[in-house]
């Protein structure tokens, strides 16, 4: 046993950072920069600026710049950390820690502590999420815009609980919490909740319309809120709780009014209200993937089959 935890010792120790070949690099790090790629430290969960992000690119080494993960790789797990179930090959070392409970990753190029690799969750098909610390990476965006994608953007009450069932949907990358159809330039949950900016709580949504129709994004959108009531959404009362959608063309505005003449042939008297798409504000952070931090369900979404 004291081999094994000695050859490990010795492993992680040949891959530290070089501090005399790394100088003038490690002399443009910020303190808690130092602290996590050189010092093994880790930031605090859901604090970093790429945990949620979505754009195209390539994630680069802070400390070398050498390219580690691409976009298409990298996946919600709502764990905290940006996430990816795959590296550029070559790109990253495997470590196992010292006591033998997780397995380290660093850049294979100068060794800079990165976070740590788990396997057998099945979060995707490759069965492999590499927990990485934003702190650790630059993001150097495509010169070209992945048109595979697209959003759509709906309002339902507490923005937690849309999110939250939305997320679920195969073909759907992302979702976020955020603010739209006010006057307010970058409102805060505090102005919002004054009534006087006009916004509602609303979600974006980044999805992949070769998996997930917009219309059956849609669908999903009125079986998981109640699109009945018109003065909030459950408990929550309030006109930042009403029922919209915000439509980016004709063609969302068509499907979203055959939906509603569905759901009123249904017998449904239906409150949802029909905007175009304005400018989306997100949420402060501590919103976002709200009841997967909390460990909770949501209080006033639920499923409820509405088309027949």
């Known amino acids: 046993m004291k081999t094994i935890v000695m050859m490990v010792l010795l492993v992680s120790l040949s891959m530290a950072v070089d501090l005399k070949k790394w100088s003038s690099e490690i002399t443009g790090l910020n303190d808690e920069e130092k602290k996590i790629l050189l010092h093994k430290g880790?930031?605090?969960?859901?604090?970093?600026?790429y945990t949620n992000m979505t754009q195209n690119g390539v994630y680069t080494c802070k400390l070398c710049t050498s390219p580690l993960y691409r976009s298409d790789d990298k996946f919600a797990s709502h764990c905290g950390w940006p996430s990816f179930d795959d590296a550029i090959k070559g790109a990253v070392k495997k470590i196992?820690?010292?006591?033998?409970r997780r397995i380290e990753i660093v850049c294979a190029k100068c060794g800079g502590h990165l976070g740590h690799v788990f396997n057998g969750e099945k979060y995707t098909d490759k069965n492999t999420r590499y927990c990485v610390n934003s702190l650790s990476l630059n993001f150097k965006p495509d010169a070209v815009v992945n048109t595979s994608l697209t959003k759509a953007y709906f309002a339902g009450g507490c923005f937690w609980g849309v999110e939250y069932h939305l997320e679920k949907l195969k073909?759907?990358?992302?979702?976020?919490s955020g603010y739209m159809g006010g006057t307010t330039k970058n409102p805060t949950y505090e102005e919002v909740l004054t009534h006087s900016t006009g916004h509602l709580e609303a979600v974006e949504v980044i999805y992949d319309p070769k998996v997930i129709s917009y219309e059956t994004l849609a669908k999903a959108f009125f079986e998981i809120h109640d699109p009945t009531q018109?003065?909030?959404?459950?408990?929550?009362?309030?006109?930042?709780?009403?029922?919209?959608?915000?439509v980016n063309n004709e063609k969302e505005t068509t499907i979203i009014h055959s939906l509603i003449s569905q759901?009123?042939?249904?017998?449904y008297s239906v409150m949802t209200k029909i905007?175009?798409?304005?400018?989306?504000?997100?949420?402060?952070?501590y919103h976002q993937n709200y009841y997967q931090q909390k460990g909770k369900l949501p209080y006033c979404h639920g499923y409820v089959k509405r088309f027949k």
């Open 263 to 267: 759901l009123k042939r249904n017998g």
């Open 171 to 176: 073909g759907v990358k992302e979702v976020r």
């Open 275 to 285: 905007f175009n798409t304005q400018t989306f504000y997100p949420a402060e952070a």
């Open 230 to 246: 018109k003065n909030g959404q459950g408990p929550d009362i309030g006109d930042q709780y009403l029922s919209a959608v915000f």
């Open 42 to 49: 880790t930031e605090r969960a859901f604090s970093g600026q």
């Open 96 to 100: 196992p820690d010292a006591d033998g």
